[in-house]
């Protein structure tokens, strides 16, 4: 590996990776100045403080120009990685059930208050993407999407993910919707199994789909397949599938920005071989990126005599996922008293019984 990681001048690779701690070693250096690295996700045992993970965020992004971009699975709820110094997010079926109970208009508003919450605090402390908003349908099967899931109504799913996207690019952040076509209806998790959902195309089409095109069509600027097989349409996992990834999410619904695959070293993953055959059938299937995430080994397996896959809009669609603005305007939003208004009335949604819940620290969503 190379030995000078200052002032690099590389494209973004098709790779994300993770680090282990507080700060970087001289290791994880190393191994993020790789041409094949594109991205970083941050998970909660990165974080200390906010002064913290925005000194360790600038030291990543000090690498390399143009910047890594940085990530983090920071939906609200259980899965929320930064907690002291950030607001405490509401689950979103909060966001569901508000809905059916006070009405469509103070639902919408409240979405729209913690995307901007949700955004605009991670910003301030450098981080480009969280990867949300979860579109999977509650059809009351699936725990490890649970409350996580908006609604069991797709209509209502779209509306409260498109207000959650104006909250989000208010605060100067894309967003991310998972896991497609739809991980809602199947009761296994794939993180330690490979779930399979035996539903045919209709409807899949006309329930979990919806509120994917629907995000689609409005500027949604990045997508994560779910790790589930769809045995009645095809044979393979959709983060492994062309038909899914190519035929349905390009072709048929137009979809332009970047496809994530979901962490390849997920059980889910596992039928597909080593982590190298791993990406490789992500790649051929339509995946910009891939995300390795809690075993380094691999990713250095994976980096090895990296062979890029072609893709002409690779970095056009990194470029996408850029934050906006600099983390200083960030900061002086949060002192505004409108958005510290949005602040009080999202933590006001919070519950200890929405954010408890059995996803495990450290995983990838």
């Known amino acids: 590996m190379m030995t000078n990681t200052a002032h690099l001048f590389l494209p973004r690779g098709p790779v994300m990776a993770d680090v282990a701690a507080f700060q970087l070693t001289e290791e994880e250096r190393q191994r993020l100045s790789h041409p094949a690295i594109g991205g970083v996700i941050l998970f909660r045992r ?134 497609f076509p739809g991980h809602g209806y199947v009761a296994g998790d794939s993180h330690f199994t490979l779930p399979e959902d035996n539903r045919g195309w209709a409807e899949l089409w006309e329930n979990d789909i919806r509120p994917f095109q629907v995000l689609s069509d409005h500027g949604m600027a990045a997508v994560m397949p779910a790790h589930v097989v ?65 075993k380094p080994d691999w990713t250095d397996a994976l980096i090895k005599d990296f062979a890029y896959p072609h893709n002409d809009k690779l970095a056009m669609r990194w470029q996408r996922m850029e934050g906006e603005g600099q983390a200083a305007d960030f900061v002086q939003m949060m002192a505004l008293p409108d958005f510290q208004a949005a602040q009080q009335q999202t933590a006001l949604l919070a519950s200890p019984n929405d954010l408890a819940g059995g996803v495990k620290v450290g995983e990838a969503f």
């Open 46 to 179: 990165n974080y200390a403080s906010r002064e913290q993970i925005t000194a360790l965020i600038a030291e990543i992004k000090s690498l390399r120009t143009p910047a890594l971009i940085v990530a983090v699975d920071h939906e609200g709820g259980r899965v929320q990685r930064f907690i002291e110094g950030f607001t405490r997010l509401p689950a979103m079926r909060v966001l569901g059930e508000l809905w059916d109970k006070q009405g469509e208009e103070v639902a919408v508003n409240a979405a729209e208050n913690v995307g901007w919450v949700l955004a605009a605090e991670l910003r301030a402390c450098g981080v480009d993407l969280s990867f949300t908003p979860v579109l999977d349908l509650d059809w009351g099967c699936c725990a490890v999407i649970g409350n996580r899931s908006f609604h069991a109504d797709p209509a209502v799913v779209s509306a409260l993910a498109l207000a959650l996207q104006r909250g989000l690019n208010k605060g100067g952040m894309r967003t991310c919707g998972k896991h």
């Open 230 to 294: 769809y045995s009645n349409i095809d044979d393979q996992a959709a983060g492994f599938s062309r038909f899914w990834l190519q035929d349905v999410l390009r072709k048929r619904m137009g979809f332009d920005g970047v496809i994530f695959s979901d962490d390849l070293t997920m059980e889910g993953a596992s039928g597909a071989g080593d982590v190298r055959e791993r990406a490789r059938l992500s790649f051929e299937a339509g995946c910009d990126v891939v995300l390795v995430c809690n």
